[in-house]
């Protein structure tokens, strides 16, 4: 019997971010492992049109549910979505459900960010900072806490190389940040924010250390604990290989390079890809939520949820990966035939990006525009670039993570919950999961029938002979111009020409005497 499943039988947990990519892994792998868990409360805001009922529907409607729909049908009774915005005081939580939450909750799993690169400093403060704080003040007010996990990121620090499992502190309290960001106008944010954030790329990898910060200072008697996941990608095994459902991380990108319109970016091929599957994030968070609870360690301790120093792939291999995935599975209606192809200079990758993405795009909407239609490919083109530009600190460095919290909890747990709630990564085969990953991008993220397969395969071919009819056409166009212009260029072509002549004169000579 898995002592981590029995711990959260009959328990009322409360999560934040359930409607996100974490969350919802998190959300079903509980119900899945503890079907006579008390109930889950979820603080949801509406959004996109939707209620939080109708967003609760969906989820429990997805395929991710369909093996939690069978092991506990009555799953959604044990869902208690609680309306709540994180950006408003209380959360705009009503009494009677923060009542409710307050005496009911045993544990507290914080997992709502914004995970945006450019969100204005305001925003990404008012969430990763001030709600967490807020958070904490509610948690120090439920009686029946057993333990508080927050969700952060491996990349909180990412101004070091090597990170140990503590929290080093920024240079401005975050306290003296919430309160500014009260009454600072956005033009002031917007001047201070870069020597705010200093030598981290942008104000989530900020606000997220100052949220660390803020669990350190605000966790009174509390047992907390933090979690660090790298770049956190689609399961591994569980429920199913390859489930993925938003474009963060490698997903969005493995989705331009696959449909051709990303076939290069300027990043280092042997840098190490620090990938972690969603499922193995969730596993550690049960089991620290278990052990937490149970030991009651004497300090906060960090966790690293990270692949790089158990078992390391970098970027290079895994582009090759992708792309010999994108030969047995194509995406449909490519744009140009798939590449990845990481490259560490410059000047080679602005090469590339004015020949490999924009002629491309403005050819495209040229031909768009001659046809009656609205161009587009430019604007979606600069928007794929700008994304690029964000990710480009992070391909184009190594980060080295110390794992000895996690480790030692690897080895506190008896061997069924190492295999029910398995998050040894260095079990993790690269190759079979950047397929599942594609594969699973095809099937959940792009909605594509496999059926289309062989039209897809149709497509590149297409595509590859309008390559190599451009290339001709474009290789003559320019040597008719050079003939016309430079005599050299006159001289070497009508000694190639009477060369070819004279070779083949010979030849047919040779073969004319041998009959
Ligand atoms: C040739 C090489 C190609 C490679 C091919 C295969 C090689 C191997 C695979 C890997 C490639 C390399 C991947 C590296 C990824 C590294 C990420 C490193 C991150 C480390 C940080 C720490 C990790 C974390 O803690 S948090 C998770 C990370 N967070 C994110 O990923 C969020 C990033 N997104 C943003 O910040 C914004 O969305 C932004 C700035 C990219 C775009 O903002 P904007 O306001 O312009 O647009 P949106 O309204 O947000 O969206 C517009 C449009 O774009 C779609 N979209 C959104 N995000 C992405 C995305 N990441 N990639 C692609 N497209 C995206 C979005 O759905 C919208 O589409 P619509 O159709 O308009 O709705
Ligand atoms: N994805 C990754 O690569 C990594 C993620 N992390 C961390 O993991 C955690 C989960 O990330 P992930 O699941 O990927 O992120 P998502 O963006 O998928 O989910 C974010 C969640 O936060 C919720 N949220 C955001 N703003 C509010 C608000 N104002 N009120 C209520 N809820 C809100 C979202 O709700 P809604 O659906 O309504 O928008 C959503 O449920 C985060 O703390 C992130 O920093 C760490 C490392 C890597």
Known sequence: MSMIAAFYSGKSILITGATGFMGKVLMEKLF???????????????????????????????????????????????????????????FAISKEDMQELLSCTNIVFHCAATVRFDDHLRHAVQLNVTATQQLLIMASQMPKLEAFIHISTAFSNCNLTHIDEVIYPCPVEPKKIIDSMEWLDDAIIDEITPKLIGDRPNTYTYTKALGEMVVQQESRNLNIAIIRPSIVGATWQEPFPGWVDNLNGPSGLIIAAGKGFLRSIRGAPMAVADLIPVDTVVNLTLAVGWYTAVHRPKSTLIYHCTSGNLNPCNWGKMGFQVLATFEKVPFERAFRRPNADFTANTITSQYWNAVSHRAPAIIYDFYLRLTGRKPRMTKIMNRLLKTVSMIEYFVNRSWEWSTYNTEMLMSELSPEDQRVFNFDVRQLNWLEYIENYVLGIKKYLLKEDMAGIPEAKQHLKRLRNIHYLFNTALFLIAWRLLIARSQMARNVWFFIVSFCYKFLSYFRASSTLKV
């Not at 949801?44 to 989820?59: E, L, M």
């Not at 991710?64 to 209380?90: G, M, S, T």
């Open 32 to 90: 899945r492992t503890s079907p006579d868990l008390k109930v889950i409360y979820i603080l949801v805001r509406p959004k996109a049109g939707q209620t939080t009922q109708q967003r609760v529907f969906q989820i429990l409607n997805s395929k991710l549910f369909e093996k939690v729909k069978e092991i506990c049908p009555n799953v959604h009774e044990k869902i208690r979505a609680i309306y709540a915005d994180l950006n408003q005081n209380d």
